[in-house]
């Protein structure tokens, strides 16, 4: 009980320095804000900061590397959908609703990863790590018979975390509340679907 309470303790402070972290630089932009201002609204020691971020770059890729923890951490629950088409759907829903809860800093944090190349090469990695589970969700369906034999997984997991990355993007880029991002996904999905569907 006390390791998990432990745990939750820490996964707390370290979504409060990042939460913090995301609106200083909002206000300040983001080359202006030092680990130590950081600190200082966290109200912790530089060491605890570093305890949960290598460096300040860290924190602007921690969004992705959150999504990528928690599509492994419940990967095989979505394999336990009996319709492969549902499957999927569940898994962006589920990505997109964690996105919306805290919409203002997911818009944030897109922005400032948008502005850095660096930033950009390391969240393209995260992407990656996200195709591939979704590539694994398509290779165990096509060895159910539920995926068309004229599809590659790999090909498939890329166009369809290309448009989830676009439609979060673009719902990034407007003014509408997160609820628009998902209806707009699901009509770029059908579209896709009818090459995916093996009947």
């Known amino acids: 009980m006390r ?3 432990r745990e939750t303790r820490k996964k707390e402070l370290k979504e409060h320095i990042y939460k913090t972290a995301i609106h200083l630089f909002r206000d300040k932009g983001f080359d202006e804000v030092t680990v130590e201002e950081i600190t200082k609204a966290c109200g912790i020691a530089k060491g605890t900061f570093y305890n949960y971020f290598a460096r300040k770059e860290d924190i602007i890729l921690h969004l992705g590397r959150s999504q990528i923890e928690y599509i492994h951490k419940h990967l095989e629950r979505y394999t336990q959908i009996p319709d492969l088409k549902e499957r999927l759907l569940k898994l962006f829903q589920d990505l997109m609703e964690r996105d919306a809860e805290e919409s203002e800093l997911f818009r944030l944090t897109v922005q400032e990863v948008m502005r850095s190349s660096l930033h950009m090469r390391e969240e ?3 992407i ?3 195709q591939d589970a979704v590539a694994w969700i398509l290779r165990r369906a096509a060895e159910r ?3 068309g034999t004229h599809v590659d997984p790999d090909e498939a997991s890329s166009v369809l975390v290309g448009i989830y990355m676009y439609s979060l993007l673009t719902w990034t880029a407007s003014a509408e509340g997160p609820d628009r991002m998902l209806p707009v996904f699901r009509r770029r999905f059908e579209v896709v679907w009818q ?5």
Do not use: I, R, T
């Not at 090459?195 to 009947?199: E, I």
């Open 3 to 5: 390791v998990m309470l």
């Open 124 to 126: 393209m990695s995260a």
């Open 128 to 130: 990656g790590v996200f």
């Open 145 to 147: 018979g539920e995926l």
């Open 195 to 199: 090459g995916l569907d093996a009947k």
